[in-house]
């Protein structure tokens, strides 16, 4: 995922063939609360992101020490690991 220019790169395999997949992607937009707390030894930072359909907010928790973007594709847009989140 290439944050500056908004193109999502994904490799994938289809009959024993390796594909290389881009396109546009539209970031979520994620509520920065201001709460803080330590996980795993990291200061972290809170956000969260409300769906709609079920109605669903989920809260993560992440830390700018670790720039990357990783973690279940749904809640893709984030350019920082989350340590943590949670569903309600």
Known sequence: MDFNTQILTEATSLFNEDYLIEGEFEPLPW??????????????QQATYT???????????FTPMIPISVGPEKFRGFPVLFLKWIST
């Open 31 to 44: 509520v920065l609360t201001g709460e803080t707390k330590t996980i795993l030894g990291r200061m972290c």
């Open 51 to 61: 769906i709609a359909e079920p109605l669903t907010e989920v809260v993560a928790w």
